[in-house]
């Protein structure tokens, strides 16, 4: 049979003990002053000794550490991949609205393209070379595309 009743004040959590002959009687917290019944000792039962208690707890706690060090890893990448997704669909934008801007030039240089005309041969240079930006442009932003779902 134990000699020492080990347990914590249930008001504070406070950790008590007292002799096994103080079972089942009250006797106040030195912490918080509150009134605590101490747990009957059963005959039979061994109760683990503290010091493991308190070495499982430790454990347990440096397992909760660890846990909490992969979670805000894990935060840290989630935002930084958060930051990556803004600039590359910033890019996406800003190349979106320079393929518009082409494409407005584009129709500036074949006034008679949209009733069906002929562009005059000064302009077949420009409308070449702007067909070709707007290609490049295209292709920029299809690589962006293709970086973000990466």
């Given amino acids: 049979m134990q000699d ?28 918080c002053g509150g009134e605590i019944r101490v747990p009957e000792v059963r005959e039979g039962v061994n109760p683990r000794d503290r010091e493991e208690v308190e070495r499982e707890l430790e454990s347990t706690r440096e397992a ?10 894990i935060g840290e990448r989630l935002n930084s991949l958060s930051r ?18 082409v494409r407005q030039r584009i129709s500036r240089l074949r006034p008679g393209a949209s009733k069906g005309g002929a562009v005059s041969e000064g302009a077949s240079d420009s409308v070449k070379w702007a067909w070709i930006s707007l290609g490049l442009s295209i292709l920029t932003m299809l690589a962006v595309l293709v970086a973000l779902w990466r």
């Fill in 4 to 31: 020492d009743v080990y347990f914590d004040c249930p008001e504070c959590g406070h950790a008590l003990v007292v002799g096994v002959t103080m079972a089942g009687s009250l006797v106040e917290c030195p912490d």
């Fill in 64 to 73: 909760v550490r660890a846990c909490a060090d992969q979670v805000e890893g």
């Fill in 84 to 101: 990556r997704m803004d600039t590359q669909r910033n890019q996406v934008v800003h190349l979106l609205a320079s393929a518009e801007l």
